[in-house]
């Protein structure tokens, strides 16, 4: 088991990463107010995983209330949200009672929402079963569900107590989801960490054939690097940077989950394909060479993953860009790569190199 902390004062919790974590009633129970729990779940995970969990807590001597909910984005709203309360109320789960996680990033998103609201805020506890979750989701404290006029429109900055990542769950995860997740572990390596940016380009083979090992070590670097941004700017306020460069590709791949309508293409496809565009307007303004966009586009591809966005037309992107939460003050802001292994926030991208970095960048 690998261990790190995520270094937020008297919020400080652990991130442990490894096999046969969900068998752990022991750090589950340590991390507990009182041994009375609610496991968050939906319908593809709770016949998966629920069992082995809800086994390992109850012999320890905790109570386990199970709640399962629909599984889907389409299911992360007030409505899902409002079942988790039902379920706490039947229960008489009272302000000590631990939430618990277990699922993707859904999943999480939504019982961290019911637990920073509950009875005005309960413990949480994030048992991430994607690599998604284990590598992002699950850590940073942003919690939320969707509004049907937008992502991610209601929410709260809530931090988990413990993050528990079981890599053995991701055995059964369909290989499309695998890829979705590879697209965030890069993301890392281009932001601020260029030596994994090269572990990865050995590793991408064995992380695509989901060994152990290599899995472990993508996510605890990516865990590393996601905790040292969140400890600098936890609430997203930086004026520069911060945690605002983890959105890297993000704004181009919303125009594209957007335009294309939710669902269709899963939020890391679209992460991976916005990043070349990202890339490659970064190159248009002088910051990096064809060699390294050539570099990011072969990363993409190797992990599964579109290097080209649908051809929705570059005015239509950009005016799905405009609507983008990361818009201040009506000015685009991007996050932009200054060398492979530096990004920055930049508003002052001319539109026209904007608009001919998405035309070259579609199918
Ligand atoms: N809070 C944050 O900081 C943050 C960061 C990134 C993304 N998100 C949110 O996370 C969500 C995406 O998360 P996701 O990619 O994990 O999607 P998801 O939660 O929908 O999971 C993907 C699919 O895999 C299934 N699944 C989960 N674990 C499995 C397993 N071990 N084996 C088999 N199937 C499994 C799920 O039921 C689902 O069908 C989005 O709503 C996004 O907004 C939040
Ligand atoms: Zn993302």
Redesign the pocket.
């Known amino acids: 088991m690998r261990t790190l902390t995520v270094a937020l004062g008297e919020r400080a919790y652990p991130i442990h990463i490894g096999s046969g974590l969900l068998g752990r009633g022991d750090l589950l129970a340590g991390a507990l107010q009182t041994p009375q729990v609610a496991v968050v779940s ?4 709770a016949p ?2 629920l069992g082995r969990l809800g086994a390992a807590l109850r012999a320890t001597g905790v109570r386990v209330t199970e709640i399962v909910v629909p ?3 389409a299911h ?1 709203t007030w409505l899902t949200l409002n079942m988790i309360f039902d379920g706490l109320l039947a229960e008489r789960c009272d302000r000590t009672t631990t939430v618990i996680a277990l ?7 939504l019982a ?1 929402f019911a637990a920073a609201s509950y009875q005005r805020g309960v413990p949480f506890i994030q048992v ?6 284990q590598v ?9 569900i ?1 509004h049907p006029r937008g ?2 429109m209601v ?1 709260a900055f809530w931090q988990p107590r413990l993050v528990l990542a079981d890599t053995d ?6 290989g499309r ?1 695998l890829s ?2 590879l697209a ?1 572990v890069i993301k890392y390596g281009l932001i601020r960490d260029l030596p994994f940016l090269d572990w990865l380009e050995t590793h991408l083979d064995d992380l695509m054939a989901r060994d152990a090992e290599a899995l472990a070590y993508a996510i605890e670097r990516s865990c590393a690097n996601k905790a040292e941004v969140v400890v600098g700017d936890e609430r997203e306020t930086a004026k520069d940077g911060g945690r605002a460069l ?1 959105n890297l590709g993000h704004t181009f791949g919303h125009a594209i989950e957007t335009g294309l309508g939710y669902g269709e293409w ?3 496809e679209a992460v991976a394909a916005g990043t070349v565009m990202a890339a490659e307007l970064s190159r248009r303004l002088g910051w990096l060479d064809g060699a390294a966009v050539d570099r990011v586009r072969s990363l993409m591809t190797r992990a599964g993953l579109p290097v080209a966005g649908p051809r929705l037309g570059a005015e239509r992107y950009l005016d799905l860009m405009g609507h983008d939460k990361k818009v201040l003050a009506g000015r685009l802001r991007l996050v932009l790569l200054k060398h492979l292994g530096e990004a920055l926030t930049y508003a002052e991208a001319p539109q026209g190199e904007v608009l001919a970095a998405i035309t070259q960048c579609c199918a």
Not at 42 to 45: E, G, I, L, P, R
Request: glycine residues 24%.
């Open positions: 939906n319908a593809v995970v998966l995983y599984d889907g984005e992360k699922g993707g990033g859904v999943v999480g998103d961290g991430p079963t994607t690599l998604l979750a992002d989701s699950s850590v940073g404290g942003k919690t939320g969707n992502k991610n929410g769950t991701l055995s059964t995860l369909p989801e979705a997740g965030e983890l899963l939020h890391g």
